[in-house]
């Protein structure tokens, strides 16, 4: 896992918000990314994509593919996958589940496929099959697409959104990967505060304080890719860094109504070592100002209606928030996530056009962003 050679690797992300990942990954150094529904393509060696779970922010998981082939029928499928040096990858004994779908392929029985290549894995690399991935060291990926077989290996584990230090979450969280996106579709580099009126447990303030630190993003967490033959433990510890490249030049603040909230969210801060940046308080939307010091970035995700809270009543917080932006926030950027473009329009401030929709707990969800706010 340490040689030369390069993969071909999919950063899964959710679909909607690929062109911002496809940034993170080019500014990373991962070479040509391109756009595929629900993720980005790229290649990389075995370091490189170690390094790529510990500071990509935006990926949900990434894939590498292992292996790639025609397969028209079961006997087929059984012969070539057992062509792949499985033993190169995988060690006696690791516990692996396979997890198969099937698209306008004449194999068109998902089952019956990762039936076939787990056995391969099983008879060649001596793999213990297990049938729930949370007990698996390892999942490989089957996808059979009009006939083309694809195999690649989750180098992952749990999703990238799991950071490892956040064990409080709220109702509905927005997860990590997405809120750092959202962030970089706002224009967040690190250098401004950012303000969260509405903070939960604190994903957005906290993903805010770990950018502008520099921290990793997988700084706390172990990977599915540590379990395969060949991994280099002490070279991925000389990668892995637990403290922060920089003292943010900023703070970041939270605040929410419910107490609950805030202690969750300033457990998070602790959990994360961003609490010297961060600060946390209980306050309704009605009291909402802009704290001292150089303007910023606003950035909330409030309830729409679609899970949590009744639509109608949310017209008057929406307008609320938008007044009290207005009258409080000049030359503060704001970025809103919802799924109703009817309460995003309540708070009456002036957005530019919003981007694509994004995949979000089985909704979709929009970021309205706008200028300085005059």
């Given amino acids: 896992m340490t040689d030369p050679s390069e993969f071909d690797i999919l950063l899964v992300t959710a679909p909607g918000l690929e062109t911002a990942l ?9 070479p040509s990314p ?31 593919r292992i292996a790639e082939f025609r397969a028209m029928h079961p006997a087929q499928l059984d012969k070539r996958s057992r062509k792949v040096d499985w033993a190169a990858f995988i060690a006696p004994g690791t516990k692996i589940r396979v997890e198969a779908t099937s698209r306008k392929s004449r194999i068109y029985h ?17 793999a213990e099959e297990v049938k729930e991935a949370a007990k ?19 180098a992952t584990g749990d999703a990238l959104h799991k950071r490892g230090h956040k064990p409080a ?22 250098d401004e505060p950012v303000l969260d009126p509405m903070c939960g447990s604190g994903t957005f303030v906290i993903e805010a304080a770990e950018i502008a630190a520099k921290m990793q993003a997988g700084r706390s967490r172990g990977f599915a890719f540590e379990n395969l033959v060949g991994f280099d433990a002490d070279k991925f510890a000389v990668m892995r860094d637990t403290e922060g490249l920089v003292e943010p030049s900023h ?38 100002t802009a704290p001292d010091g150089p303007v910023g970035l606003v950035i909330v995700n409030p309830p729409y209606g679609a899970r949590i809270g009744n639509r109608k009543l949310l017209f008057s917080l929406y307008a609320t928030l938008g007044a009290r932006l207005k009258s409080e926030f000049s030359g503060w950027r704001v970025g809103l996530v919802t799924s109703d473009g009817g309460l995003a329009k309540a708070t009456g401030l002036p957005w530019v056009p ?19 706010l005059p």
């Fill in 22 to 30: 496809a940034a993170e990954a080019k500014e990373l150094g991962l």
């Fill in 34 to 64: 391109s756009l595929v529904p629900g993720g980005v393509q790229t290649r990389a060696t075995w370091p490189m994509i170690w390094q790529a779970h510990l500071n990509l922010r935006g990926a949900a998981r990434i894939l590498v």
């Fill in 110 to 126: 998902a089952g019956a496929a990762a039936s076939r290549v787990t056995k391969a894995i099983v008879d060649l690399a001596g």
């Fill in 136 to 154: 698996a060291a390892l999942v490989i990926k089957v996808r059979l697409d009009d006939d083309l077989c694809t195999i690649s290996l989750d």
């Fill in 169 to 190: 979450v709220g109702k509905a969280p927005m997860r990590e990967n997405m809120a750092a996106l959202f962030l970089r579709q706002c224009g967040f580099t690190g």
């Fill in 251 to 288: 703070r970041f603040y939270g605040f929410d109504r419910d107490a609950g909230a805030v202690k969750s969210s300033t457990a998070n801060a602790e959990m994360a070592g961003v609490q010297d940046w961060t600060g946390f308080g209980q306050q309704a939307i009605g009291a909402l």
């Fill in 354 to 372: 919003n981007d694509v929709p994004v995949a979000h707990g089985g909704i979709k969800v929009n970021l309205w962003r706008t200028k300085p």
